[in-house]
């Protein structure tokens, strides 16, 4: 090969390398607003007491890892979030922090503000939670869904715990 068709292939694999690295360097913005899209639906199904439509951004298949470590698949989480059902009020809003491209999904660091009224017969009590959790998004056919969730951490200035409303004891 002559000095020139080096020439050009350097140039060609310059240029091809360099064409993939913008689009992947674009893909955690427009998987961004997507993914922000699906927990702004997900959040405003939790404040109509909406179960399956909170859970319509996960894949079949996902899993969720509360703070003590045990991994529940989707039928259990969907089993513990009807006490949802039982609240005067809910309202989440979901802040997403970071997204890191991983394998063959993205990584998403979000931000997780609750507020949770309940109603007894003798009292109301509202209790807010802010909770930081690192979730897995996978690209589908029909969009991106939420492979796993780790919650990471959980503070509430209420000094309320989530067990005291029924909602992360397994």
């Keep these: 090969m002559s000095s ?7 140039v060609l694999v310059v240029f091809i390398g360099s064409c993939c690295a913008d689009s992947f360097a674009d893909a955690p ?3 961004r607003s997507e993914i922000q899209s699906q ?3 997900s959040n405003a199904a939790a404040s109509k007491g909406d179960v399956e439509g909170m859970l319509s951004k996960c894949a079949p298949d996902f899993t969720v890892i509360p703070l003590e470590g045990k991994t529940k698949d989707l039928a259990s989480l969907r089993i513990r979030l009807g006490v949802i059902t039982g609240f005067s009020s809910l309202k989440n809003s979901t802040t997403i922090e970071n997204v ?3 394998d063959d999904g993205v990584v998403v660091e979000v931000s997780e503000s609750l507020t949770v009224v ?3 017969a003798s009292q109301t009590s509202k209790f807010t939670f802010v909770n930081h959790c690192r979730d897995f998004w996978i690209h589908t ?5 939420e ?5 990471l951490s959980s503070k509430s200035p209420d000094a ?3 067990d005291s409303v029924g909602l992360f004891h397994w």
């Design 4 to 10: 020139q068709a080096f020439w050009l292939v350097g």
């Design 100 to 102: 890191k491209l991983q």
């Design 39 to 41: 927990y702004d639906m």
């Design 147 to 151: 492979k796993r969730s780790r919650l």
């Design 118 to 120: 309940t109603a007894g």
């Design 160 to 162: 309320a715990t989530p």
């Design 29 to 31: 913005q427009s998987a």
């Design 141 to 145: 056919p029909s969009g991106w869904r």
